[in-house]
Antibody, heavy 117, light 107 residues
Framework: EVQLVESGGGLVKPGGSLRLSCAASGFTFSSYAMNWVRQAPGKGLEWVSFISSGSSYIYHADSMKGRFTISRDNAKNSLYLQMNSLRADDTAIYYC??????????WGQGTQVTVSS | EIVMTQSPATLSVSPGERATLSCRAS??????LAWYQQKPGQAPRLVIF???TRATGIPGRFSGSGSGTEFTLTISSLQSEDFAVYYC?????????FGQGTKVEIK
């Protein structure tokens, strides 16, 4: 069974940093591209970042460029999102998502990030 | 950036009736279009990929159609478990973008 379990969310002050983690199991993690997608309270889905299976290709949404960094450790079956210079509008649930030929076929349950003073 | 526009924002449907949801892309995304279902307090679930292919475990009452800029998700006979928010998503171009969602509610 595919499982994606996020951790690392919490309450942080504006300008602060957080590192999200996603532990993957039930599939060959090193064979799949991965993404982070977020959802602000009461809002829709927003794609955040992509990383290819071997980390050769990385893309971030424009509003996150220079502040967020996606990475992965295939030996540890783990995906990460380093978030710096956090702002109030970064408050959201952050989902770890597996990609299969472009579509997002498995989602974690999400981790809540709240940016507030 | 490709803008995805879904209509209507809310669809009120009686159980057993057909629901038709629309998604329009601001430029062609070929058939690189997916639909997701999200229920309150849950993560989204993949329903359709490649514009018309049902994901694993999705019942046959769900169907997708379209290509280019116009797409449709049809639920042929709504069941109680189908009431949810549905999002379309294009993965033809960077950045990946989602529609704003259509809420399917009980009439």
């Amino acid at each position: 069974e595919v499982q994606l379990v996020e951790s690392g969310g919490g309450l942080v002050k504006p300008g602060g940093s957080l590192r999200l983690s996603c532990a993957a199991s039930g599939f060959t993690f090193s064979s799949y591209a991965m993404n982070w997608v977020r959802q602000a309270p009461g809002k829709g889905l927003e794609w955040v970042s992509f990383i290819s299976s071997g980390s050769s290709y990385i893309y971030h949404a424009d509003s996150m460029k220079g502040r967020f960094t996606i990475s992965r450790d295939n030996a540890k079956n783990s995906l990460y999102l380093q978030m710096n210079s956090l702002r109030a509008d970064d408050t959201a649930i952050y989902y770890c998502v597996r990609e299969e030929v472009g579509s997002f076929d498995y989602w974690g349950q999400g981790t809540q990030v709240t940016v507030s003073s | 950036e490709i803008v995805m526009t879904q209509s209507p924002a809310t669809l009120s449907v009686s159980p057993g009736e057909r629901a038709t949801l629309s998604c329009r892309a601001s430029q062609s995304v070929s058939s690189n279009l997916a639909w997701y279902q999200q229920k309150p307090g849950q993560a989204p679930r993949l329903v359709i990929f490649g514009a018309s292919t049902r994901a694993t475990g999705i019942p046959g009452r769900f169907s997708g159609s379209g290509s280019g800029t116009e797409f449709t998700l049809t639920i042929s006979s709504l069941q109680s478990e189908d009431f949810a928010v549905y999002y379309c998503h294009q993965y033809n171009n960077w950045p990946r973008t989602f529609g704003q969602g259509t809420k399917v509610e009980i009439k």
